[in-house]
């Protein structure tokens, strides 16, 4: 059986425990899938045991990165948000437009989004952040180590070096 890792981690051959948070890869999945159930009641169940798969794979990724980091220093609103930006911002279809090489056409101009991509970079955007949302609330549900593990871990991708003092930044 395949489980979550945490630091002060115990494997008792029901899973791991740490302190008094306790999870298999098992029951991450099985909370993903009902969390995903709850969030999309319109997807057959076909389709989103599937997505929730995945997502729980992902998911426990992210946890055992975090875990791996040590508790440092707490999270924050701004780490939270650092890593969800992170996650479904940086790492969709919108982030590889924004980040690819755009070069200039003949006239001068740099290309920009019809609002039909605008749209669909949205739409993705909302989705990655819908299930980030499932992944928050499985996170907490399995305790307050495993949800600041995901926060780390998903920080560790890219965004460890973000602002994390929200008085620093102005829009």
């Known amino acids: 059986m395949l489980a979550g890792r945490c630091p002060d981690e115990v494997d008792t051959g029901e899973g791991i ?3 008094s948070d306790a999870y298999s890869i098992d029951e991450l999945e099985t909370r993903v899938v009902d969390g995903f159930k709850r969030a999309y009641p319109g997807i057959e ?3 989103i045991v599937h997505m929730a798969r995945n997502f729980a794979q992902v998911l426990s990724g992210i946890i055992s990165i975090g ?3 040590g508790e440092d220093n707490e999270i924050n609103q701004m780490d939270v948000a650092n890593a969800l930006v992170r996650s479904c911002v940086w790492e969709s279809s919108l ?3 924004l980040f690819a090489e755009k070069g200039e056409d003949a006239s001068g101009s740099i290309p920009v989004l019809t609002s039909e991509e605008a749209q669909a970079y949205a ?3 909302s989705a990655r952040v819908a299930d980030w949302l499932v992944g ?3 996170a ?3 305790g307050e180590r495993v949800f600041k593990s995901f926060i780390r871990g998903a920080l560790a991708l890219g965004a460890l070096d973000w602002e994390r ?5 102005r829009y």
């Open 95 to 97: 982030g590889e437009w």
């Open 165 to 169: 003092n929200r008085a620093k930044i």
């Open 140 to 142: 907490k549900s399995l």
């Open 45 to 47: 169940e076909e389709k």
């Open 67 to 69: 875990s791996s980091l």
């Open 136 to 138: 928050i609330e499985v």
């Open 123 to 125: 739409a993705e955007i």
């Open 17 to 19: 425990m740490v302190e």
